[in-house]
């Protein structure tokens, strides 16, 4: 992330799920209030020029989202869509089995907590990401029709904080209530030892049976976290912008890993399961970006 900027991996999805709601075939594997809600926030991040507000703004915004796709990987912005949405599955389920709370940690522009929000204000719903990306969506929220009482937007200077120190000095976040902790497109950008902190965090100050909801790049070989179909502007864009990938781990060896700080794996969705289990059959040869997979795992 760029000093003082929101985030540009952020911006990027939320503008790619913006462009998929546009694509004729493809539009509708995009839930109509997941659609709404981006909208939402789409209209808050782009400047003047690519503004969807006017029509000109809307037709340069799909240009260059359009482009942004080919110049990296095909099926980019349906894999968020995709990931999103197995996502909200794993949530809903952990809700249904007993959670009473919701953490999103690097929560970036998604709508995932204004959309569980809105089926269940009585679920405490926080959201933890760095002051300059939070800004831009807390004002996007004040401007919506809803209102959001039960979520909590907490800002997160790692210069200054901790994850762990945040959440235990917060009124809203109960460490003895069963939880739901996600972090979506974030584990990629963290130190091994920083995913075992916050492995270790959710076993000591979290309720029995909490869940573990995130996304992980899988180890295509030593060392090498990028998406498998990736082209090479990919690896310089996020040099640019500061966010490179920096952890990754094999599909095969995640449970093992999980073992080890007190977790049971219980789902574990790759590219292939993503086109089988939400995918209309009319898309199901969509191209979709491959190497970052989606895991369920829960205290043991």
């Given at each position: 992330?760029?000093?003082n900027?929101?985030?540009?991996?952020?911006i990027?999805i939320a503008?790619?799920?913006?462009?998929?709601?546009?694509?004729?075939?493809?539009?509708?594997?995009?839930p109509?209030?997941?659609?709404?809600?981006?909208?939402?926030?789409?209209?808050?991040?782009?400047?003047k020029l690519?503004?969807?507000?006017?029509?000109?703004?809307?037709?340069?915004?799909?240009?260059?989202t359009?482009i942004?796709?080919?110049?990296?990987?095909n099926?980019?912005?349906?894999?968020?869509v995709?990931r999103?949405?197995?996502?909200?599955?794993?949530?809903?389920?952990?809700?249904?089995?007993?959670?009473?709370?919701i953490?999103?940690?690097?929560?970036?522009?998604?709508t995932l907590?204004?959309?569980?929000?809105?089926?269940?204000?009585?679920?405490?719903?926080?959201?933890?990401?760095?002051?300059?990306?939070q800004?831009?969506?807390?004002i996007a929220?004040?401007?919506?029709?809803?209102?959001?009482?039960?979520?909590?937007l907490?800002?997160?200077?790692l210069k200054?904080?901790?994850?762990?120190?945040?959440?235990?000095?917060?009124?809203?976040?109960?460490?003895?209530?069963?939880?739901?902790?996600?972090?979506?497109?974030?584990?990629?950008?963290?130190?091994e030892?920083?995913i075992r902190?916050?492995?270790k965090?959710?076993?000591?100050?979290?309720?029995?049976s909490?869940?573990?909801?995130?996304?992980?790049?899988?180890?295509?070989?030593?060392?090498?976290?990028q998406?498998?179909?990736?082209?090479?502007?990919v690896?310089?864009?996020?040099?640019?912008?500061?966010?490179i990938?920096?952890?990754?781990?094999?599909?095969?060896?995640?449970?093992?890993?999980?073992k080890q700080?007190?977790?049971q794996?219980?789902?574990?969705?790759?590219h292939?399961?993503?086109r089988?289990?939400?995918?209309?059959?009319?898309?199901?040869?969509?191209?979709?970006?491959?190497?970052?997979?989606?895991?369920?795992?829960?205290?043991?």
């Amino acid at each position: 992330m760029k000093k003082n900027k929101p985030s540009s991996t952020a911006i990027f999805i939320a503008n790619g799920i913006w462009w998929v709601t546009k694509q004729k075939q493809i539009s509708i594997e995009v839930p109509e209030l997941m659609k709404e809600l981006n909208f939402e926030i789409v209209k808050q991040i782009n400047p003047k020029l690519f503004s969807v507000k006017t029509k000109i703004g809307k037709w340069l915004l799909k240009i260059k989202t359009s482009i942004m796709q080919k110049a990296s990987i095909n099926g980019f912005y349906l894999h968020y869509v995709l990931r999103k949405r197995c996502i909200e599955e794993f949530v809903r389920s952990g809700i249904n089995n007993g959670a009473e709370q919701i953490i999103i940690l690097g929560a970036g522009f998604d709508t995932l907590s204004m959309r569980i929000s809105k089926d269940l204000p009585n679920i405490q719903i926080i959201e933890i990401d760095h002051p300059n990306t939070q800004k831009l969506k807390h004002i996007a929220m004040e401007n919506m029709i809803q209102t959001f009482e039960n979520i909590h937007l907490i800002p997160l200077d790692l210069k200054q904080d901790t994850m762990q120190n945040l959440l235990l000095s917060n009124p809203h976040y109960d460490s003895s209530k069963p939880s739901v902790f996600i972090a979506e497109g974030l584990t990629m950008y963290l130190a091994e030892i920083e995913i075992r902190d916050i492995l270790k965090f959710i076993k000591e100050h979290s309720g029995i049976s909490s869940q573990f909801v995130f996304t992980y790049m899988e180890e295509q070989n030593k060392g090498n976290y990028q998406f498998k179909n990736a082209s090479r502007v990919v690896n310089l864009w996020l040099r640019f912008k500061n966010e490179i990938f920096t952890w990754g781990i094999k599909k095969t060896q995640l449970s093992t890993f999980l073992k080890q700080s007190g977790f049971q794996l219980l789902l574990n969705k790759s590219h292939t399961e993503l086109r089988l289990d939400f995918l209309l059959e009319k898309n199901k040869n969509s191209p979709l970006a491959i190497g970052e997979n989606i895991a369920l795992a829960q205290l043991k």
